[in-house]
């Protein structure tokens, strides 16, 4: 199993910029987590999705940030426009449930930056 | 509202010592609870779980967790540290429609 799959590792970006991270999690699994991290805020979840529908985005920080699950396989996270204090690394991770007694397993993380 | 927390931010010991990395819970219901660990410039590895039964969980790299539902404790142990359990440790739990995290604790195995 090649576990969940991040693209891309990095991106560096100018402010104002579109950025979209991708991520494919793992085969079976029918929930999808976004986190970011920072060293000053720490992990923060920002969205998951049951079964490809969004369940809870109360921690997306505004509107700039949106991401969708078109299918069981793939999800996407857009930043319009990026701004510097987006810059982190964000974390997508899949499980066999959302709640009750499923572990997650987290990708490698992208490393924004932008500048 | 359910949460965990982790007490310490940083815990440091020595090499061939034990190790504690503590969590305290506040769940309704049964609690599923979790810990996971970072390394650097890694996402972050499931190490083990509690749902039900045993109170002492095992995990990977010989590490347990002792569940406490007295105490409402999940504390991260294991009988000698090594230098390479240095790493950030999170603690989690999941309750009837939701998931949360706690801080997060950097553990500094010293040589």
């Known amino acids: 199993d090649a576990g969940v799959i991040q693209s891309p590792r990095h991106e560096v970006t100018e402010m104002g910029q579109e950025v979209t991270l991708r991520c494919k999690p793992i085969?079976?699994?029918?929930?999808l987590f976004w986190y970011r991290q920072t060293m000053m805020r720490g992990l923060e979840l920002l969205i998951y999705f049951n079964n490809n529908v969004p369940i809870d985005d109360s921690g997306m920080p505004e509107d700039r940030f949106s991401a969708k699950m078109p299918n069981a396989s793939f999800s996407t996270l857009k930043i319009q426009p990026s701004e510097p204090r987006d810059s982190a690394v964000y974390f997508c991770a899949s499980s066999l449930g959302s709640s009750g007694p499923y572990e997650q397993y987290f990708g490698p993380g992208t490393r924004l930056t932008v500048t | 509202a359910q949460s965990v927390a982790q007490p310490e931010d940083q815990v440091n010991v020595a090499e061939g010592n034990p190790l504690t990395v503590k969590c305290t819970y506040s769940?309704?219901?049964?609690?599923?609870l979790f810990w996971y660990v970072q390394y650097p410039n890694r996402g972050l590895q499931f190490l083990l779980k509690y749902i039900t039964g045993d109170n002492l969980v095992k995990g990977s790299y010989g590490f347990e967790a002792e569940f406490n539902k007295s105490q409402t404790s999940f504390h991260l142990k294991k009988p000698s540290a090594l230098v390479s359990d240095s790493a950030l440790y999170f603690c989690?739990?999941?309750?009837?429609?939701?998931?949360?995290f706690g801080t997060g604790t950097r553990l500094t195995v010293i040589p």
């Open positions: 769940v309704s219901g049964n609690p599923y």
């Open positions: 989690a739990g999941t309750g009837a429609n939701n998931l949360f």
């Open positions: 085969s079976g699994h029918n929930s």
